[in-house]
C-alpha cells in the first residue's frame, strides 16, 4: 500500500489550499480514507474520513471550511480547505486501514501565516 500526499504549502490566514492523496495498492474505491493532520508538539488528529460511497465526516474545527473528496477513477482523495487558520498549520497525512493494519502516507506540510 503507497499513500501520495501533496498540495502543501505556505498561505496566508483566510486563503486556501488543495491536498491530493493518490493511493496504490488497494482497492480504491471500496476504501474508506481519512485525512489526518499533526501539529508541532501535538498529538496527530482526525480531520476527515470519506467513506467508500463519498460520505464525509469532519472534525468540528474544520466544519464548514474544510471539503473532502474522492475521484475513484483516479485513486485520489483530496481535501479543499478555505478560510485557513494558523491553527490549521501542520504535517497533512493521508490514512487508510486494510486488514485492521494502519497504513500512512509521507505527509504534506501545510503553514498558515497570521
Known amino acids: 500500500v503507497q499513500l501520495q500526499a501533496s498540495g502543501g504549502g505556505s498561505v496566508q490566514a483566510g486563503g486556501s489550499l488543495r491536498l491530493s492523496c493518490r493511493a496504490s495498492?488497494?482497492?480504491?474505491?471500496?476504501?474508506?480514507m481519512d485525512w489526518y493532520r499533526q501539529a508541532p508538539g501535538n498529538q496527530r488528529e482526525l480531520v476527515a474520513t470519506?467513506?467508500?460511497?463519498?460520505?464525509?465526516i469532519y472534525a468540528d474545527s474544520v466544519k464548514g471550511r474544510f471539503t473532502v473528496s474522492r475521484d475513484n477513477s483516479r485513486r485520489t482523495m483530496y481535501l479543499q480547505m478555505n478560510i485557513l487558520k494558523s491553527e490549521d498549520t501542520g504535517v497533512y497525512y493521508c490514512h487508510v486501514t486494510r486488514a485492521g493494519r494502519p497504513f500512512w502516507g509521507r505527509g504534506t506540510l501545510v503553514t498558515v501565516s497570521s
Open positions: 495498492g488497494i482497492n480504491f474505491s471500496i476504501s474508506t
Open positions: 470519506i467513506t467508500s460511497s463519498g460520505s464525509p
